[in-house]
């Protein structure tokens, strides 16, 4: 049975838009898979994730105004956790749907199929 899409407005089309936006940048989601075993600080982001200080705490800026992410200062040091649990399942969601694409193509070329004799 298919479920009825529901219907949404064009101001919910936006906001929509805009968190999909939020995650179409490769750096956002790495630093997403990198808090999915729990809150680090800036500098260990920086070190898991590449990239420069200014530009992570660009980009970790955006995931938390989306409020995908929560802040906590201590001292000197920023903590960033994961704030919003569905980014687990999107994630999943996601990384599942792409698996069965994989799969799905993979056999579609034999082994040096490609290849000019």
Known sequence: MKK???VLTDEAMVMIARRFAVL???MRLRLLHSLF???K???TLVGLCGGTQA???RHLG???DAGMLARRKEGLQVFYSIADP???QLCELVCNTLEKQLEKHAGVFS???LTRK
């Open 111 to 113: 082994p040096g199929a």
């Open 55 to 57: 530009n992570i705490s």
């Open 41 to 43: 600080n800036v500098n």
């Open 86 to 88: 569905s980014i687990f």
């Open 24 to 26: 179409s940048e490769p």
């Open 4 to 6: 009825k899409p529901r």
């Open 37 to 39: 075993d729990g809150e």
């Open 62 to 64: 955006t995931l938390t």
